[in-house]
């Protein structure tokens, strides 16, 4: 996708952990937005319980969207926000945690 220079494109770093119970709420309030100019990155830190198959069926259901999914061993929040970074495409970064929502 070609980018015109007056447009604004960020990428949300969604880290998480064990977040089965939230990520699907979670990934749902971003797409519920009206702006449209994002990236999602998810970074996995090592989960050990559905949260995996979640946000692989996530994807999977909305192929439209641009996400990209990483997992890693678990080495904490920080660790997993430096990989997000990595990842990044954008200079812009929101940082999202996963158990939050944003609002319509």
């Known amino acids: 996708m070609k980018k015109k220079n007056n447009e604004v494109w960020f990428s949300i770093l969604i880290c998480c952990y064990n977040s089965e119970q939230y990520i699907l709420e979670t990934l749902l309030s971003v797409i519920n937005q009206t702006y449209t100019k994002y ?4 970074i996995n830190d090592g ?4 949260t995996d198959e979640i946000i692989k069926s996530f994807i999977f259901n909305n192929p439209k969207i641009r996400i990209k999914y ?3 061993k ?3 929040l ?3 926000r430096n990989e997000g970074l990595l990842k990044s495409s954008y200079k812009w970064i929101a940082l ?8 319509n």
């Open 39 to 42: 990236e999602i990155i998810l």
């Open 47 to 50: 989960s050990i319980d559905k």
């Open 70 to 72: 990483f997992k890693i």
């Open 74 to 76: 678990n080495a904490g």
């Open 78 to 80: 920080p660790n997993a």
């Open 96 to 103: 999202l945690d996963h158990d939050d929502i944003w609002e």
